[in-house]
């Protein structure tokens, strides 16, 4: 038994114009096996040695994964299969060494790789988890692909069963394609790795309790954000498609137009420069003005070799300026108005630089993203694919075969690498949210650091920011530069090919001429231009839909308070405020009210009082339905607030906060609030009302003047005066008064206590007070301790029983007499 088949040598390469089955099979397996077989047996000795097992309950069920092993256990015994019937019917039985080679080979090593899929799927390396398989699989599938389309070199070799003369040859074609389909699949659902556990499975595996040998997991989300492409698409649509005008719509069908139009342009101009360039050769040279017009007319068209400053393309843009706009406004609008609908708990929670941080990288990646998809990616791949055939018909198939070649292994590896690097964007994205808010944070409480001198302190912490950025902005940086060198590697690979074969064709009379090598060239730079950014504009697809992630997962924030179905608008006859039984907590360990009942008719006053974290302003909360009760009813004029819409809820009730926060605008904004469409002089009367109206004019801008960040510029005391001119402006039905003169100075309390109690005459008013002296006319006052009503009665009555609300009297009045005697002393000095 030979080696060979007679008469080829295993040197002998080139044989009936392709590629011996001898070298071939020899080659390709070896590299293929060797690579295998070493490569694995490491990394299976570093799964032995360094890997935990997942539990096996942990991991979800995948039937991906089991098509993936059938496949590969497939292959193998579709080798077997093919040795036999070559040893019994093909080749009239004749067995040579290389077949055995091949068999043996691929009959060991696709098991391995099985192996390697299993091991990979249930055991963990101490780091990072990765996305999919590791890079000794990837290559190994690679190899198996590449060499199984390097068969495709001996489609015109005569002695191949490409030519389906006989039944032994259909034979082995029907393998082939088993074969060739059975590797493809593997290809594919290796870079899918539908048997490796999601970065998500992983983090629900750690917050499940589940565990890996004990050890916990830890590190940045790195799943591919492609993940979800297709929910992510169907909440961007809307906003993308501008549904509310026809006038843009047209616009949209115009562009795509234009797109398309462009596509046949970059066809024609290398054309156009091969014909001038063949009228210049030809004899008797012709002066061919009517060519150089039409090439001249295209490439004004074309622009430059991308079309980035060509006719059509400038056009395109200028009509894409209202459609993009149409984008960002809606897109802005709904992320605004959903973070308006959010609950209290969440914006309680929330850092303020961190959420704008969001919304500005959310809404800016979308104005580019179907920018780069539309009008980048998909008219390149257009421009490949039409490239590739025009080459085939027009030159022949190996032309065909370099452009496809080079766009594939570039587009791959311009996939690969990107989603490689994915997790470094996502970290620095991290950090720079980390940088911004601290900044942020920071400035927003300078007094308080200016109280404490931590100025210093503060540098520092905002410098570790930026390092800490800037660390994870070299990771992203140096693995951009790997990718970079590694595209133009494989760009100038298949330059160099091409141009070599057109050279060696045009120099040799194969039926080309010097116009026809122009053409090519001209078609594969105009071609590789746009090819070579193709790698931009997947970064900046990948980029974009990291910056969007953030504001994907602010839009699925649910709210917590909603309306229920049919409900109907608060119907306010008396004002009359009932709880019963009211059960709440924030946190299930720690109950805040314990089932507190009161009544508060019609025009009557009620006020709470008792010490901190008793509940008192959780009453307020509740009833301005901020969040809903655990147990119980809150009713308005017999209503249950729950089956109201909140927006006639809270338009009925208006609120004096303890720590009162104004918008960085003018007084007389801040008091309109209250109700924005009322006219300046009722504003006037507001701020009259909550006597502040003389302090107003003092100002050098009267009602003008900006208040500052949060309202800084003015005092405490203004700021709360501010606030109840607010709600006289607004005359709710309902008034809640949550410690609304805790910010004031004996003297002006007194003053604006007749305010209030013009604001609140004839209306049902709760009020939260620290100074018992305010509300000793209430008409009940209810005494709250631990969640729950102590006490209840008259300011008089609750005195004489000497219960908590006496003894919260009487030390307030210690208190009182202690602050007098201070300040007659210091007045005595």
């Not at 293929?32 to 077989?37: D, E, M, N, V």
């Not at 080979?105 to 091991?119: D, E, K, R, W």
Request: proline fraction near 3%.
């Amino acid at each position: 038994m030979g080696y060979c088949p007679p008469g080829v040598s295993f040197f002998n390469v080139w044989k009936d114009h392709g590629i011996s089955d001898c070298f071939m099979d020899t080659v390709s397996t070896t590299i293929i096996s060797g690579h295998l077989l070493i490569f694995g047996s490491v990394q299976l000795w570093m799964y032995n040695k360094y890997g935990s097992r997942v539990s096996r309950h942990s991991i979800p069920p995948s039937s991906l994964y089991v098509v993936q092993l059938l496949m590969t256990i497939f292959i193998s015994v579709l080798a077997i299969v093919k040795f036999i019937l070559q040893a019994v019917v093909l080749n009239n039985g004749a067995i040579y060494g290389y077949m055995v080679l091949s068999t043996v080979f691929t009959t060991l090593i696709y098991p391995l790789s099985a192996i390697l899929i299993i091991v990979e799927r249930n055991y963990l390396l101490p780091s990072v988890p990765t996305r999919g398989h590791g890079l000794v699989l990837l290559i190994f599938w690679t190899l198996m692909f590449i060499s199984e389309n390097l068969m495709f070199i001996n489609l015109h070799r005569s002695d191949l069963w490409f030519n389906l003369k006989t039944w032994t040859d259909k034979v082995q074609m029907a393998l082939f394609v088993l074969r060739y389909v059975a590797c493809l699949i593997v290809f594919v659902l290796g870079l899918r790795a539908p048997g490796i556990l999601t970065t998500r499975d992983y983090l629900n595996l750690t917050s499940s309790s589940a565990s890996i040998n004990g050890e916990g997991l830890s590190g940045t989300p790195t799943s591919s954000t492609w993940n979800q492409f297709a929910k992510k698409v169907r909440i961007l649509v809307p906003f993308i498609w501008p549904r509310k005008s026809m006038q843009l719509q047209l616009r949209v069908i115009f562009c795509l137009a234009l797109l398309v139009a462009g596509r046949f342009i970059n066809v024609y101009v290398p054309i156009y420069s091969k014909l001038i360039v063949d009228s210049m050769t030809a004899t008797p040279l012709v002066f061919r003005w009517d060519l150089v017009l039409t090439f001249a007319a295209f490439k004004f068209l074309q622009g430059g070799g991308t079309g980035g400053m060509g006719c059509l393309n400038n056009l395109r843009q200028f009509l894409w300026i209202r459609v993009q706009q149409y984008t960002t406004k809606e897109i802005e609008v709904e992320l605004f108005r959903h973070l308006h609908g959010l609950s209290l708990r969440w914006h309680l929670g929330r850092k303020t630089g961190e959420v704008l941080r969001v919304m500005d990288r959310g809404t800016d990646s979308i104005n580019n993203l179907l920018s780069y998809i539309l009008f980048s990616i998909l008219p390149t791949i257009s421009d490949v694919g039409i490239a590739v055939i025009y080459f085939v018909l027009s030159f022949n198939l190996w032309f065909g075969i370099i452009v496809f070649c080079t766009m594939f292994f570039y587009i791959m590896a311009t996939i690969m690498v990107t989603e490689w690097r994915t997790k470094f964007q996502r970290r620095m994205n991290l950090a720079d949210n980390e940088r911004s808010t601290r900044s942020i944070d920071s400035l927003l409480n300078f007094e308080t650091v200016k109280y404490y001198g931590a100025e210093d302190f503060e540098v520092t912490c905002f410098s570790e920011a930026v390092n800490k950025f800037q660390v994870e902005e070299w990771k992203s940086t140096a693995s951009l530069n790997l990718l970079n060198t590694l595209q133009n590697i494989v760009v100038t690979a298949g330059l160099l090919g091409g141009s070599m074969l057109c050279v060696y064709m045009v120099t040799n009379k194969h039926g080309l001429t010097v116009g026809d090598y122009v053409l090519f060239a001209s078609y594969i730079l105009q071609l590789y231009v746009p090819l070579n950014w193709f790698g931009t504009y997947y970064r900046a697809i990948q980029k974009n839909f990291i910056d969007m992630e953030n504001m994907f997962d602010l839009l699925a924030e649910k709210p917590e308070v909603v309306d229920s179905p049919g409900a109907s608008n608060l119907v306010i006859t008396q004002g009359v405020v009932e709880f019963r039984n009211v059960h709440f907590y924030y946190n299930p360990d720690r109950t805040i009210l314990k089932g507190v009942s009161f009544y508060v008719p019609q025009g009557k006053t009620l006020a709470l009082v008792g010490p901190s974290g008793s509940g008192k302003s959780t009453v307020m909360r509740l009833l301005f339905r901020f969040y809903d009760v655990v147990e119980g009813e809150i009713l308005i004029d017999g209503q249950n607030i729950k089956h109201v819409k909140q927006t006639s809820l809270r338009r009925a009730i208006g609120v004096v906060p303890q720590d009162t926060v104004l918008f960085n605008n003018t007084i007389s904004f801040n008091v309109q609030y209250g109700r924005v469409n009322a006219p300046d002089v009722d504003v006037v009367n507001a701020a009259k009302s909550a006597d502040i109206h003389e302090k107003i004019l003092t100002f050098p801008e009267s009602y003008n003047t900006q208040v500052g960040e949060r309202g800084l510029k003015l005092s405490g005391g203004e700021k709360q005066r501010v606030a109840i001119a607010r709600t006289i402006l607004k005359s709710p039905a309902i008034v809640l008064l949550d410690e609304a003169t805790s910010a004031l100075d004996t003297q002006t309390e007194r003053n604006i206590q007749s305010s209030l109690a013009k604001v609140c005459a004839n209306r049902t008013t709760i009020v939260v007070a620290h100074r018992l002296s305010t509300i000793i006319h209430a008409d009940e006052i209810a005494v709250l301790k631990d969640g729950e009503i102590v006490e209840r009665g008259r300011h008089e009555d609750l005195i004489s029983r000497g219960g908590v609300y006496e003894e919260m009297w009487q030390q307030q009045l210690r208190a009182q007499s202690d602050a007098d005697s201070e300040t007659t002393e210091q007045e005595n000095q």
